[in-house]
């Protein structure tokens, strides 16, 4: 039989995965419909119509899954870079709270700050 805690751990492992995984799924949508059609608008906007099959989005869609398929690395890059951009910055969050909990900041001897010298005259 599990104890209380016990249960109330694995409630907290539960949810959090279940957030995890909601999160990677809602950031693979973003890359794969939400980011490409961005980039066509975009490029449409500034470069003029999609002159790959008919010249729509649906086309400029279907040559990116194609070259997915295909395993062109950009097309790669584009669709995971949502995912890739919020794993950086939560690993570089994570190792900055670390550096200062491990106490890598300031030493206790290295408070020499502007108002504790004294000014000197000329």
């Known amino acids: 039989m599990k104890t209380p805690s016990r249960l109330h751990q694995h409630g907290r492992l539960h949810n959090r995965l279940l957030g995890e995984s909601l999160g990677v799924l809602v950031l693979l949508a973003l890359g794969f419909v939400a ?7 975009v490029g449409s906007a500034f470069f003029g119509p999609y002159e790959g099959g008919t010249g729509g989005a649906g086309s400029f869609l279907g040559a990116l899954f194609a070259a997915l398929a295909a395993g062109d690395r950009g097309a790669w890059l584009l669709v995971l870079s949502p995912l890739l951009v919020i794993t950086l910055l939560r690993l570089a969050r994570g190792a900055l709270r670390a550096r200062r909990r491990y106490g890598q900041g300031p030493r206790d001897g290295d408070h020499n700050t502007a108002a504790e010298q004294t000014p000197t005259e000329t």
């Open 35 to 41: 980011l490409p059609l961005a980039v066509y608008y």
